[in-house]
T-cell receptor
Framework: GQQLNQSPQSMFIQEGEDVSMNCTSS?????WLWYKQDPGEGPVLLIA?????ELTSNGRLTAQFGITRKDSFLNISASIPSDVGIYFC????????????FGSGTQLTVLP | GAVVSQHPSWVICKSGTSVKIECRSL??????MFWYRQFPKKSLMLMAT?????????EQGVEKDKFLINHASLTLSTLTVTSAHPEDSSFYIC?????????????FGSGTRLTVV
């Protein structure tokens, strides 16, 4: 099925550094979601974005819904070891229980 | 918040046997449940969409007779891997819209690691 273009594929950063990852699509969506997945677990929702141009924060996380509705980014500030995991963007056309389209994931490693 | 309980978390079965995976919405009604398969270090691939009281919709390339989906109630959807073979070994995850009029914020189960030996 269709996938979102997520980058980077992996990141190795020092504890305390900021992180940025993004997703792009050739299609328009009207809901963007960011999830984190720990090994052996299901994805957990971090941030949900519902309007083009919307900028939303959740603690050290900030995400934006691109104005064209074809992209989104996630920033993590002052990374800590527990930020390690795989981050997925996902998007959907809202209004009904429609399936999510997922990005390929960003594997984040935080070095102490 | 909305919780989807998935069981078992892991299962090892012999080749040729069938395995049932259950997903229950604990504090909301899930009229729709999505079933995903995930390979190591890969993204989630949608297998099928189950709807309460009707037949599931399968994605292209997913064998409906191999992966039986039943959504008999508003809180329970099951995936049965029939006549499992080693190539069916994978991580299976369910997800449901978390409720509310606009069905935002899909909630995921904790996943089931299936190993077929």
């Amino acid at each position: 099925g269709q996938q979102l273009n997520q980058s980077p594929q992996s990141m190795f950063i020092q504890e305390g550094e900021d992180v940025s990852m993004n997703c792009t699509s050739s299609s328009i969506f009207n809901t963007w979601l960011w999830y984190k997945q720990d090994p052996g677990e299901g994805p957990v929702l971090l941030i949900a974005l519902y309007k083009a141009g919307e900028l939303t924060s959740n603690g050290r996380l900030t995400a934006q819904f691109g104005i064209t509705r074809k992209d989104s980014f996630l920033n993590i500030s002052a990374s800590i070891p527990s930020d390690v995991g795989i981050y997925f963007c996902a998007a959907t056309l809202s209004g009904s229980a429609r399936q999510l389209t997922f990005g390929s994931g960003t594997q984040l490693t935080v070095l102490p | 918040g909305a919780v989807v309980s998935q069981h078992p978390s892991w299962v090892i079965c012999k080749s040729g046997t069938s395995v049932k995976i259950e997903c229950r919405s604990l504090d909301f009604q899930a009229t729709t449940m999505f079933w995903y398969r995930q390979f190591p270090k890969k993204s989630l691939m949608l297998m099928a969409t189950s709807n309460e009281g009707s037949k599931a919709t399968y994605e292209q390339g997913v064998e409906k007779d191999k992966f039986l989906i039943n959504h008999a109630s508003l809180t329970l959807s099951t995936l049965t891997v029939t006549s499992a073979h080693p190539e069916d070994s994978s991580f299976y995850i369910c997800s449901a819209p978390a409720g509310g009029p606009l069905n935002y914020g899909y909630t995921f189960g904790s996943g089931t690691r299936l190993t077929v030996v």
